[in-house]
Structures are given as structure tokens and as C-alpha cells.
């Protein structure tokens, strides 16, 4: 079993960057891949960004390239998304989820989701 808790929403002016954080508990989290996905009001949720478990493996959508980066520190069981140059459509809820696989959809632990809010 695998929690999740992700943190570092807020709003933020278009331009600007947040950098959120998804702490994984339990020893076996650093042997799971970890995304983050998003939802905006009236969509889908939508794959973000994706690391493997050794961050061997990394994958962002392309809407987000340049802008976006995953990270991940398996000592202190936290990965990161840092978002530079955030846009209007942007916002989203962000939700941290967790697979022993590593893939792009399907993830078998998720988070609550964090808020992030930019204005235009």
C-alpha cells in the first residue's frame, strides 16, 4: 500500500512557476513510478509528466515540454513537478499518483490533488 500527499499549489500570475511535491509513504515508494495528471474543470484528467523509479525513464506530454520538470529524491520518498512559464490553461487540479509499472495511464495509488490556479 502506498499514500500519497502532494503539496505546493496556489495561484500564481502567467509568467510565474510553482514547484509541487508528492511524499510517498511506505519503504517500498521508491520502487514505484510516479506521475502527476491533472483535471480542469469540465475535462478529463489528462497525464502530465511520468519518472520511473530509478528517474531512468522520464516523460512529459507535449503541451508541457520545455516548461514542466519531473524529479524525483527516492531518499526522502518525494518527486517533483516544477512548472515555469505557467499559462490560463494550466489550471488544473494536480494529482500525484503512484504504479509499480511504469506507464502514462492506469495508475494503481493516487493522491488527493493540490489546486492550481493561474490567472491570465
Known amino acids: 500500500q502506498v499514500q500519497l500527499v502532494e503539496s505546493g499549489g496556489g495561484s500564481v500570475q502567467a509568467g510565474g512557476s510553482l514547484r509541487l511535491l508528492c511524499v510517498g509513504s511506505?519503504?517500498?515508494?521508491?520502487?514505484?513510478?510516479t506521475g502527476w495528471f491533472r483535471q480542469a474543470p469540465g475535462k478529463e484528467r489528462e497525464f502530465v509528466c511520468g519518472?520511473?523509479?530509478?528517474?531512468?525513464?522520464?516523460k512529459c506530454r507535449t503541451f508541457v515540454k520545455d516548461r514542466f520538470t519531473i524529479a524525483r529524491d527516492n531518499d526522502k520518498n518525494t518527486v517533483y513537478l516544477q512548472m515555469n512559464s505557467l499559462k490560463s490553461e494550466d489550471t488544473a487540479v494536480y494529482y500525484c499518483?503512484?504504479?509499480?509499472?511504469?506507464?502514462?495511464?492506469?495508475?494503481?495509488?493516487w493522491g488527493q490533488g493540490t489546486q492550481v490556479t493561474v490567472s491570465s
Open positions: 519518472i520511473s523509479w530509478n528517474s531512468d525513464n522520464v
Open positions: 511506505g519503504r517500498t515508494f521508491g520502487s514505484f513510478a
Open positions: 499518483a503512484a504504479d509499480s509499472r511504469w506507464r502514462t495511464a492506469e495508475y494503481d495509488y
